[in-house]
């Protein structure tokens, strides 16, 4: 079967472009770092470096197109090499400048050597470059976590032969040039690219198994993002993940778990009467108050518009209500320092294990409306749920 370089040239691009994507929009959904980001700007490299042999192909024209390309071949075959250590744990500063200056070299001698260098301008500089990136390559997947794992012996075997390769291409290009009919035949275009194919094939394999390896050790597969404002205090559904795990381990114990519930029930009030800056000072307050008074354990989180919980271990119900009301007075003497026009009422409720069980829900809606009892009552400043 005879293959003509443009059709060899269009299935490497192919395969390239497709796992390339493939591995690159995977990297960018799993928040990838370190070793996975390395090796997703190789497949980027390698996509471009078939871009640029694909135009330099179908226009017939050497020049620019060439010159990235073969910087790019070196890059993506450097990048390899540097993610490999990136995973090992190794460090990346040495390794990262002799990739870049290998590029540099490949793109400055296909430059240099300019229209009378034709197709195979500065080919013998990237030939090196990528026999002794692709050898390093081969030796670190054999080291320290990358040595551990089966899945990396083939990505060993396939750089280990494109090293080879490349130095017998570097040996034969040197002694008989780029023209003779053994070197066209044996370490040809077409011949580089179905090794290209299986380089690709078999790195995309071996790096997502290694990743994903990587991610289970690490825990990451559910993980979860929590949000925290610039006041420091979680969203609802940040505070409720975490009160939930919280309440979970400690029912597990049977340690005390106690919520309090800090709301300003007439804050839309007050923005209708005394308008919306006054009603934005005092809920600046009354956020960075509860926030600075809670525990420096506690987690503290919205609850609504009006409402914002502490989750926290007392040593006692007495200990829980002692933090409450130095919250509760503590806020008040802000909203009197303040300026404003108007005292917000505020309402404190508490919610413990103790009376209310590990339902985190169940505690956070006790204390919820411990908090609205607490408001309207002029007798308590702070409420227990369910205490008699």
């Not at 390339?20 to 390395?38: C, K, M, P, S």
């Not at 990396?152 to 750089?159: F, G, N, P, Q």
Request: net charge neutral.
């Amino acid at each position: 079967m005879v293959f003509d370089m443009f059709s060899i040239s269009i299935c490497t691009a192919v395969v390239v472009v497709v796992a390339g994507v493939q591995f690159v929009l995977d990297t960018v959904l799993r928040r990838d770092t370190g070793a996975g980001r390395i090796w997703s700007l190789a497949f980027i490299a390698a996509i471009l470096t078939t871009l640029c042999y694909l135009a330099w192909v179908a226009s017939g024209e050497a020049g620019l197109a060439i010159a990235i390309g073969n910087a790019s071949f070196v890059v993506g075959t450097g990048c390899l090499w540097v993610g490999s250590r990136s995973y090992n744990g190794r460090s990346l500063k040495v390794s990262a400048w002799i990739v870049a200056g290998s590029a540099a070299a490949a793109f400055i001698a296909t430059l240099v050597a300019g229209p009378d260098g034709g197709d195979w301008a500065g080919a013998l500089v990237m030939f090196i470059a990528l026999a002794v990136l692709a050898g390093l390559g081969a030796v670190e997947s054999r080291r320290a976590a990358m040595g551990r794992s089966a899945s990396t012996v083939a990505l060993t075997l396939v750089l280990g032969a494109q090293s080879l390769y490349y130095v017998a291409r570097s040996i034969v290009f040197a002694l008989l040039g780029p023209t003779d009919e053994f070197f066209l035949t044996w370490f040809g275009s077409i011949t580089t690219s179905f090794l290209t194919i299986i380089l690709t094939i078999v790195a995309v394999v071996s790096m997502s198994v290694l990743r994903s390896g990587q991610a289970r050790l690490r825990g990451r597969g559910d993980s979860t993002t929590l949000l925290l404002d610039s006041d420091g205090l979680y969203d609802d559904e940040s505070f409720a993940k975490l009160f939930g795990d919280l309440t979970h381990r400690a029912a597990a114990f049977s340690e005390r778990i106690a919520v309090i519930s800090v709301r300003l029930v007439d804050l839309p009030q007050i923005a209708t009467a005394f308008g919306t800056v006054e009603a934005q000072d005092i809920a600046h307050a009354w956020r960075v108050g509860t926030r600075r008074y809670a525990p420096t354990s506690a987690i503290v989180g919205h609850a609504g518009s009006t409402g914002i919980v502490i989750a926290l271990q007392p040593s006692s119900i007495g200990d829980a209500r002692r933090v409450a009301s130095r919250i509760h007075r503590r806020l008040l003497d802000d909203f009197g320092s303040i300026g404003t026009s108007v005292v917000p009422v505020l309402g404190v409720g508490i919610a413990v294990s103790d009376i209310a069980g590990y339902d985190s829900e169940a505690l956070l809606t006790a204390a919820n409306d411990a908090a609205v009892r607490s408001a309207s009552s002029p007798d308590a400043s702070v409420m227990i749920a369910g205490a008699v």
